[in-house]
T-cell receptor, first 115, second 115 residues
Framework: GAVVSQHPSWVICKSGTSVKIECRSLDFQATTMFWYRQFPKQSLMLMATSNEGSKATYEQGVEKDKFLINHASLTLSTLTVTSAHPEDSSFYIC???????????FGPGTRLTVT | AQSVTQLGSHVSVSEGALVLLRCNYSSSVPPYLFWYVQYPNQGLQLLLKYTSAATLVKGINGFEAEFKKSETSFHLTKPSAHMSDAAEYFCAVSSRAGGYQKVTFGTGTKLQVIP
């Protein structure tokens, strides 16, 4: 149980275009989802926290207009990287938390490369 | 406020030798503590977690960790390293106040297993 999926697993896009990444909780309802960014050989940095049906809470330094997060249902959250630039290339990982759980379940990650 | 310090960004052990990965935490309230493993280009897999029950926690793949409040430590050990243990390991802390707070990750320790 507690499986989280991400789609796509990797994506290459041209500079200036937008990319959407999906995060789904497959067998539980995720009231809260988290989006992380991981640069090569570094730890995970929390970008934002989203609760179903409400606006996401962004960490300091994360541009909310650039990284659009939508958590429209209890099983799906999306991260859209708008007007992507090469410096946005990174590994993006989502996680999800159930209604009565302290634990986060992590997705497999999405490798974004902006050319 | 909470933080995690992982001592040693790289650790090398011989196959069959003891694995010891160090983690110290800081938290203003009683914490939840986690160890995750990450293989290249993959998401995080939970190895084990401490949630205020037994201080010696056993996880998957033969790993275990001991919560020592007096030392604010949560070191990860495995009696005998296997080649398949080569990966990146992250220690994480989550405080229990207010039900749940965001998880803070350490900077990671890359484990190399030498045949």
């Amino acid at each position: 149980g507690a499986v989280v999926s991400q789609h796509p697993s990797w994506v290459i896009c041209k500079s200036g275009t937008s990319v959407k990444i999906e995060c789904r909780s497959l067998d539980f309802q995720a009231t809260t989802m988290f989006w992380y960014r991981q640069f090569p050989k570094q730890s995970l940095m929390l970008m934002a926290t989203s609760n179903e049906g409400s606006k996401a809470t962004y960490e300091q330094g994360v541009e909310k207009d650039k990284f659009l997060i939508n958590h429209a249902s209890l099983t799906l959250s999306t991260l859209t990287v708008t007007s992507a630039h090469p410096e946005d290339s990174s590994f993006y990982i989502c996680s999800a938390r159930g209604v009565s759980s302290y634990e986060q379940y992590f997705g497999p990650g999405t490798r974004l490369t902006v050319t | 406020a909470q933080s995690v310090t992982q001592l040693g960004s790289h650790v090398s052990v011989s196959e069959g030798a003891l694995v010891l990965l160090r983690c110290n935490y800081s938290s203003s309230v009683p914490p939840y503590l986690f160890w995750y493993v990450q293989y290249p280009n993959q998401g995080l897999q939970l190895l084990l977690k401490y949630t205020s029950a037994a201080t010696l926690v056993k996880g998957i793949n033969g790993f275990e960790a001991e919560f020592k409040k007096s030392e604010t430590s949560f070191h990860l050990t495995k009696p005998s390293a296997h080649m398949s243990d080569a990966a990146e390991y992250f220690c994480a802390v989550s405080s229990r106040a207010g039900g749940y707070q965001k998880v803070t990750f350490g900077t990671g320790t890359k484990l190399q297993v030498i045949p």
